[in-house]
C-alpha cells in the first residue's frame, strides 16, 4: 500500500505510527506535496504533538538519550529532502523501536546507512551557514539575510541565531525554498511560507512558531522594499580588512576555493562585486 | 587616519599571527549579544586559504622593541596608528551584528610600555563585555613583561589568552629579539597555567566561581626564522603540552618581511610544507598519543617533507602492521596511516554489530587510500597484493607540487622551442 502524509516531518511521523500500530508495511511513503500515483493509496492526517509521543516511546524502550538522537538525525534526515529518504526514516525509526538502541552504527543495513549520511550532509551545511549568513541592516535595527542552502538548514541553524541576537530583529530568508524566518527582541520567532517573488509578506503562512503566534511586530513583517540599501559602509570595510588580512606570499585561491566553493559565495559581502549594485535583491532568483 | 585607513592597516599588522580557532568554550547568551559556540565556527576564506573566525587587530601598531623577524618591529619606517577602546568596541559588534566575526582577536605592538598597553587593551574587552552586553569570543595576547595583575584582569575578560614565544631556544630569541628577555615571556605563561588550574579547582568547588579564560592558552612558533630543527620545535611544543597545559601551539612559516643579516634571505619561499608537516605531527602529539621523540631523533631531526608523519613513523616499524580491523584497539588503530579520530571511532561502534570487510569499511566512509596497505579484515589483507617496502613508500608519498609538475602545456611555452 502507498501511504500518503503530509509533506511536513510531524506528517511523515504521523505516518510512520500509522503504519505500526496497524501492522502496515507500506510499499511506499509519499509526500502530499509530490505525484499522485495510481496504486492503492491512504493519506494519513497529521497528528498533533506527534513527534513528542514517538520521543516518550523510545525513551521508555531506550533512554532518553537515545531517543532524542534518533529524532534529531530523522529529522535532519527528513530536512534533506531528498527522493526515497521518507521510507528510509520509516525503516530507520522502527529498527531503532524494535532493537531499542541507537540503529546509526549498523551501517551495514542500506537505509541506516542512507538515513546517516542524509544527516551529517545536513548537520554539515547547517554548520557551515552559522558562519556563511551575512545580515545587513535594512532600518537601524532590523536585519535580514539571504541564502540559498542546499538542504533546508533553516530551522537547525535558527536557535543557533536566536539565541546568539536576542536583541536584534532580524529576518532570514531561504529564497530557494521561498522560506523565511523572522526573530522579535525577546525570543519571538516565526518561519513563514513567501509567496513566489520572496517579497510579499502579508499572504505569509505560518509554519512554526514560538509560544506567543501573532505577536510579532508591524516592522518585522513589513516587507523590505528595493529603495533599503544595504548598509554599504560595513560591507566595503569588512571587503577592505580582508584584503590586507591576506598575506600575499602564501596567496593560494585553490585552497580557497576548496575551503569555500563558489555556491556560498553568492550572497557574502566581501565577494561582491564593486560595480554591481550591492543589493541582496538584484540576486533574487528568476 | 579614517576608521577605514586604521583597520586596514592595523589589520595587515595582525595577519601574522596565525592563531584563528574560535573553538573550545560554550558561552551562553544571557540577553545580551553574541555567544560562543564549542565547535568554533568559520566565517569565510581570504585569498591566501586561511580561515577568518575572529575579527583580528593590533591595538597599535607602534612598539618599542625591535625584533628582527616582525613587520612592525621599531625600525621599520611604517604609517603607525591605534584604536581607541570606543573606536574597536563599536567596531566589533557591529561586525558581529552582521555575523560577519565569531569574536575578537586583540594583540597590540608594544607601545608606551607593557603595563599601558595592556591597560588600553582591557579597556577594550571592559567595554564590549560590560556595555555591549557582548558574549561572543575574544581571544586576547598577553603581552610579553606585563604585571600579573593586569594578566589575571585580562583573563576573566577574554575566552583564551596567548603569549607568543615565537622562537624555541634562548639562542634564536637573544639574537633576532634582543629586547627581549625568555623570562619577560615564560613568566605570564607559567602565570596563566597555575591561574588556569586554580580556576579549574575554584570551578570544582564553587559553581558560580568566575570563569578565567575558559578556553585556555595557547602561543605561537615563528618556522624558518631560525635555524632550529624540527626536533628542537616539536620538544618544545610537546613540553609546553604536558607541563604549561597548553591548548594549542600554532606554527608560523616565516614570510620574509624585513632584510636583515640575521635572516633568511627575502627571496626565499616560505617553507610552507615544513609548517603542514608540523602540524600533522602537533596533531599526533595531541590526538594520537604518539610522542615526540617517536617522530623526530637525533638520527633525523626534521620531518621528512615528502611523507606525512604518521606514514614516515609507520614505515620505520613495519613490524607492527598489519593490524585486524575487528580486534585491534582504539590506540591501534589511531596508528594506522589513513585512519583518525573519527574513522577509528566509527569502527569501533561499528564492529560491535558485524563483522566488518574492506567493502564495509568503504560504506563507512573510511578512507581506505593509505589505510588499504596497513589493514587485515577478519586474516584477510585488505589491499589487492602485498607491497614491497620501496613500493609502500611509493604509494604512501604525497606528491605534492603534482598540479605544478604536470601543467597543461599552452602555445606560449611551446613557442620559440623546436618540437
Known sequence: MVIVYEGSFDGLLSAIAYCWQNRIRPEKLQSSHSQISLLEEKLIERRRGIGRMIRRHLAELAGDKVALAVLQICWQAYLAEKAGIDMAIYKYLILAISIKADPSPRFNIPEVNQVVRAARAVEGEAHRFQGLLRFYSLQPDLYLADFQPDYNVLPLILPHFTDRFQDQDFIIRDLKRNLAAAHVRGGRWCIYRLDNSGKNWPDAVFLHDSAAKGSLTASVLAPPTGDDLPDTDFSQLWRRYLQHLSIPQRKNLRLQRQNLPLKYRRYLPEFARPEKKEHPETDAPG | ?419
Open chain 2, 1 to 419: 587616519m579614517d576608521i577605514m585607513d586604521k583597520l586596514a592597516l592595523l589589520g595587515e599588522a595582525a595577519r601574522y599571527d596565525v592563531s584563528c580557532s574560535s573553538s573550545g568554550v560554550q558561552r551562553k547568551n544571557t540577553g545580551g549579544t553574541g555567544n560562543a559556540a564549542p565547535a568554533g565556527i568559520c566565517h569565510t576564506w581570504t585569498e591566501d586559504g586561511r580561515c577568518v573566525s575572529l575579527l583580528k587587530v593590533l591595538f597599535t601598531n607602534r612598539c618599542i622593541y625591535d625584533c628582527a623577524y616582525c613587520a612592525n618591529r621599531a625600525a621599520n619606517d611604517l604609517p603607525r596608528a591605534a584604536f581607541t577602546a570606543e573606536e574597536l568596541a563599536e567596531l566589533t559588534i557591529a561586525f558581529y551584528r552582521r555575523n560577519y566575526i565569531e569574536g575578537l582577536f586583540l594583540s597590540s605592538g608594544v607601545w608606551p610600555g607593557p603595563d599601558a598597553v595592556m591597560e588600553n587593551m582591557i579597556q577594550t574587552l571592559s567595554l564590549l563585555r560590560c556595555k555591549h552586553g557582548f558574549q561572543g569570543y575574544i581571544h586576547a595576547k598577553a603581552i610579553p613583561g606585563s604585571s600579573p595583575e593586569l594578566l589575571e584582569k585580562l583573563g576573566f575578560l577574554a575566552d583564551r589568552i596567548s603569549v607568543n614565544i615565537e622562537q624555541c631556544t634562548r639562542a634564536s630569541l637573544e639574537n633576532l629579539a634582543p629586547q627581549k628577555s625568555v623570562q619577560a615571556i615564560a613568566a605570564p605563561m607559567r602565570y596563566l597555567t597555575t591561574r588556569l588550574e586554580n580556576s579549574r579547582d575554584e570551578m570544582i568547588r564553587y559553581r558560580h566561581a568566575p570563569k578565567f579564560a575558559p578556553a585556555g592558552q595557547t602561543t605561537q612558533v615563528i618556522i624558518g626564522a631560525s635555524p632550529e630543527k624540527d626536533m628542537q620545535i616539536l620538544n618544545t611544543a610537546q613540553h609546553l603540552y604536558q607541563v604549561n597545559n597548553l591548548k594549542r601551539v600554532y606554527y608560523s612559516a616565516y614570510i620574509p618581511v624585513n632584510n636583515d643579516s640575521r635572516l633568511p634571505a627575502a627571496t626565499k619561499a616560505p617553507p610552507l610544507l615544513r609548517e603542514h608537516r608540523l602540524y600533522q605531527a602537533d596533531w599526533l602529539l595531541r590526538f594520537y598519543s604518539f610522542t615526540a621523540g617517536e617522530l623526530v631523533h637525533e638520527q633525523s631531526p626534521d620531518l621528512d617533507l615528502q611523507l606525512d608523519p604518521k606514514s614516515a613513523w609507520a614505515l620505520r616499524h613495519l613490524d607492527q602492521f598489519p593490524v585486524e580491523v575487528n580486534k585491534a584497539d582504539y590506540d591501534t588503530l589511531l596508528r594506522v596511516p589513513g585512519i583518525g579520530i573519527k574513522s577509528a571511532r566509527r569502527i569501533i561502534a561499528a564492529r560491535r554489530f558485524a563483522r566488518l570487510g574492506t567493502e564495509d569499511l568503504r560504506r563507512m566512509n573510511i578512507v581506505l587510500k593509505r589505510a588499504v596497505w596497513f589493514l587485515t579484515c577478519s586474516g584477510r589483507y585488505c589491499a589487492p597484493y602485498i607491497p614491497s617496502v620501496k613500493d609502500l613508500q611509493l604509494k604512501l608519498t604525497d606528491r605534492v607540487g603534482h598540479m605544478e609538475k604536470h601543467k597543461q602545456l599552452r602555445l606560449e611555452d611551446i613557442d620559440g622551442h623546436s618540437i
